[in-house]
């Protein structure tokens, strides 16, 4: 496994397959990172940590500023209060999903399924490439702004993927496929 994806695996999902513990806000002390992950056969050294964290095509994780501890940026599976603080979305968020979930996310609305929140993106390509990973894509248009209007609460990750705890169906709606140029 590469390493940036087993560290997204152990920081957001399953600390305790290497014997981790993270604090309530998801961080992991990076010396016990490395020693839990040589134990259970992942070679890590601090150098390639950094590596990874500096060249993360999205961002995907932070150091603090002690630059003793790590976390992921999001993503969780597992409870951690990120300490995000609630923002105003000032226009249309997207969310890219495939083609055969788009009736049951109509009918329940956009879930959080195994995560702590439904990520959404300010940008339709990059909504379109999250759909990808899943089939054949889809890009649905939230109506944040109405959503927030009507109380539901909004934050950004470290790395600017919108969060929110679930997208009812009435704030949903197709991207106009030739507004995307397909
Ligand atoms: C779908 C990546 C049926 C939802 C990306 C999605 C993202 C429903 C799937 C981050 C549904 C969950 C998260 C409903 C939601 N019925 N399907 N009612 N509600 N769904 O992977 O947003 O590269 O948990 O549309 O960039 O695809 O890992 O969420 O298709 O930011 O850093 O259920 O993962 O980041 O899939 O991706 P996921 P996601 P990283």
Redo the contacts with the bound molecule.
């Keep these: 496994m590469k390493v940036s994806r087993f560290l ?1 695996y152990v920081l957001r999902h399953e600390p305790e397959s290497i014997g981790l513990s993270l604090d309530c806000e998801g961080w992991a002390d990076l010396d016990e990172l490395i020693e839990c992950s040589v134990r259970h056969g992942k070679k890590l050294d601090r150098r390639t940590i950094l590596n990874v964290i500096a060249n993360s095509d ?1 961002q ?1 994780f932070s150091i603090d500023e002690s630059g003793t501890r790590m976390r992921a940026n ?2 969780h599976s597992i409870p951690v209060d990120l300490r995000l603080k609630p923002r105003q979305p000032h226009g249309s968020l997207f ?1 890219g ?2 083609a055969r ?1 788009v009736e ?2 109509f009918q ?4 959080a ?3 702590q929140h439904v ?1 959404l993106s300010s940008d339709k390509t990059t909504a379109n490439d ?1 759909g990808r ?2 089939g054949k894509p889809v890009v649905l248009v939230v109506d944040a702004p109405a959503m927030a209007e009507a109380g539901h609460e909004f934050y950004v990750s470290d790395n600017g ?1 919108w969060l929110v705890a679930e997208v009812p169906p009435q704030y949903l709606s197709v991207l106009d496929e030739g507004e995307f140029g397909r």
């Design positions: 997204s999205k995907r999001q993503g969310h999903t495939a979930f049951s996310v329940d609305g956009l879930q399924q195994s995560r990520h999250v990973r899943h993927v």
